[in-house]
Structure formats: C-alpha cells, structure tokens
C-alpha cells in the first residue's frame, strides 16, 4: 500500500518514526477519518479545517495545506486502486519537527449491515475535558471499546460517563428519539466530539435538541441513529437486545433522506 510519509509517496513500510518521539511516549498528535467516494473526499473542507483547529490546539505547527492534502489524497486513490473507502490524515510533533502520514484504504467492513446493533461499554466515558473537541492520537479507551464491542459481535458501542450520562459512541456520534418524539443528541460541552457528519445533521435540523441522555432515559428511546464520516448516518436496530425501530423509524427514516438530498453521492 502506497501512503504519504512527509510529502514523500513511498510504501507503508518504509515509513519510520522515532522510538523516543512524542508521538510514541505519549499518544501526542491528531487525526481525521474522511470518506472516500468516487475517489474524491467527502466533506474535505469540514475535515480539514477541525484538522487544523485541533493541530493549533495541541501546539503542532504543520506546514503542509489543503490544496497538497487533497491532491495527495486524490493521488493516493489512483496508486491504490481505491475509489471508495477510507482516508486518514494523521500528524504527531517530533523533538525537532512534524511528521505527517496520509493513507487512503478500502472499508473496514465490506459489507456492514444496513442498520447497526449496539450495547452500551462497560468502558467509562472520561467526560468533558480540555481534549474532549480533538480528535487525538492517544485513542486508547475508544479503540478498545469498540474492539470489545466488535468481539461480542455488536457492530457499535455508547460510551457512558461517571453519572451515567451517554455522552457517544466508541467511533461515532449519536441521536437518539426521546419520550416526547423529539430528536436530541449529547452537547459537545458533554464531551462529545463534534463530528463532521454530526454537524451537518445540526444544520440541517436546527430544532434538535442538545442534551445528554441518562442511561435509562436512552434505554427508553424509540429511535437512535448514528453519525460518523465512514458510514454517514446507520440508523441503530437494537441496544443490547431492545429492538428499536431501525431504518423504519419516522424520524430516522426522515434524517437519512434530508442528508441524502441535500448531498447527494455524486
């Protein structure tokens, strides 16, 4: 697989970091996940500029920009015969400097359900704090989440915190239908990550309502769905063997088609 390693294509292999770098003694560094369609990125700009904000906000100085990024991405496609999957653009300081990697590859899963089964983690949710807007590299306590989740063979897990509030998913964010047929999703003062995909939902429905569920209260949902820039938007089937509505759901159902309408997979 070909990726680029600090502006250089090379194979995956050949890349190399220090074993005493920061971004191996202490998780330091940031990241982004975008969609690739038709060869294209979906939702660049959106991706590019948390990318940015989140670089400023951990003190790494990256002078690599969009216009480069993008064709590198574009070329990546080409060399790798991906035209639909995933890209990440990850960087982490070093004592003198700044590595970047970009990869692109296909999709995790080739074929994932067309709604997802979730269970709430026995992992916590840490909760609000300085990092909870950046998508970092020290990703532990999420990755092991859902690989746990993925063991049980649930597609996805919900994170709660110390009181009990489910603030997101291990790779996602998530909307939830409450007891009076509204559709709400956690706040990112929360500590919820503001998603790309999460975020153009919000702008397309700006009368959602910004809370965080309790555990029961979410038990009581009669529908969720799921945001993440891989999928888009996976309406959920079942939380730990509650059936839920799935794509049928009014709501849902009404979400997915407004998305799709007003961006369209060209």
Same mark, same amino acid.
């Given at each position: 697989?070909?990726?680029?390693?600090?502006?250089?294509?090379?194979?995956?292999?050949?890349?190399?970091?220090?074993?005493?770098?920061?971004?191996?003694?202490?998780?330091?560094?940031?990241?982004?996940?975008?969609?690739?369609?038709? @060869?294209?990125?979906?939702?660049?700009?959106?991706?590019?500029?948390?990318?940015?904000?989140?670089?400023?906000?951990?003190?790494?100085?990256?002078?690599?920009?969009?216009?480069?990024?993008?064709?590198?991405?574009?070329?990546?496609?080409?060399?790798?015969? +991906?035209?639909?999957?995933? +890209?990440?653009?990850?960087?982490?300081?070093?004592?003198?400097?700044?590595?970047?990697?970009?990869? +692109? !590859?296909?999709?995790?899963?080739?074929?994932?359900?067309?709604?997802?089964?979730? !269970?709430?983690?026995?992992?916590?949710?840490?909760?609000?704090?300085?990092?909870?807007?950046?998508?970092?590299?020290?990703?532990?306590?999420?990755?092991?989440?859902?690989?746990?989740?993925?063991?049980?063979?649930?597609?996805?897990?919900?994170?709660?915190?110390?009181?009990?509030? +489910?603030?997101?998913?291990?790779?996602?964010?998530?909307?939830?239908?409450?007891?009076? %047929?509204?559709?709400?999703?956690?706040?990112?003062?929360? @500590?919820?990550?503001?998603?790309?995909?999460?975020?153009?939902?919000?702008?397309?429905?700006?009368?959602?309502?910004?809370? !965080?569920?309790?555990?029961? %209260?979410?038990?009581?949902?009669?529908?969720?769905?799921?945001?993440?820039?891989?999928?888009?938007?996976?309406?959920?089937?079942?939380?730990?063997?509650?059936?839920?509505? @799935?794509?049928?759901?009014?709501? !849902?159902?009404?979400?997915?088609?407004?998305?799709?309408?007003?961006?369209?997979?060209?």
């Amino acid at each position: 697989m070909q990726i680029v390693f600090n502006g250089e294509f090379m194979g995956h292999s050949e890349a190399k970091i220090g074993i005493i770098e920061p971004a191996v003694l202490y998780g330091l560094g940031c990241f982004t996940t975008i969609r690739l369609h038709a @060869g294209k990125p979906r939702f660049f700009d959106e991706h590019w500029r948390r990318f940015t904000d989140n670089m400023q906000q951990l003190c790494i100085e990256l002078t690599l920009n969009a216009d480069t990024a993008l064709a590198h991405i574009i070329e990546l496609g080409r060399l790798n015969k +991906v035209a639909e999957g995933a +890209v990440r653009i990850s960087c982490h300081p070093r004592y003198e400097g700044v590595d970047y990697m970009i990869f +692109v !590859t296909p999709p995790r899963r080739a074929d994932p359900p067309a709604a997802y089964r979730l !269970t709430l983690s026995s992992w916590p949710h840490p909760g609000a704090s300085p990092l909870s807007a950046v998508k970092h590299n020290n990703y532990a306590l999420f990755r092991s989440a859902h690989m746990e989740a993925r063991a049980a063979e649930w597609d996805e897990c919900l994170l709660a915190d110390a009181s009990q509030q +489910v603030i997101e998913g291990a790779i996602s964010n998530f909307f939830w239908v409450d007891d009076e %047929q509204c559709l709400c999703t956690p706040s990112i003062e929360s @500590g919820a990550l503001p998603g790309v995909i999460r975020g153009k939902v919000l702008e397309l429905f700006p009368a959602i309502r910004e809370r !965080t569920p309790h555990v029961d %209260q979410l038990r009581r949902a009669t529908e969720i769905f799921l945001t993440n820039s891989s999928f888009e938007i996976k309406p959920v089937s079942e939380i730990d063997g509650e059936k839920l509505a @799935g794509a049928s759901g009014e709501i !849902t159902a009404k979400v997915i088609r407004s998305f799709q309408e007003a961006y369209p997979e060209m």
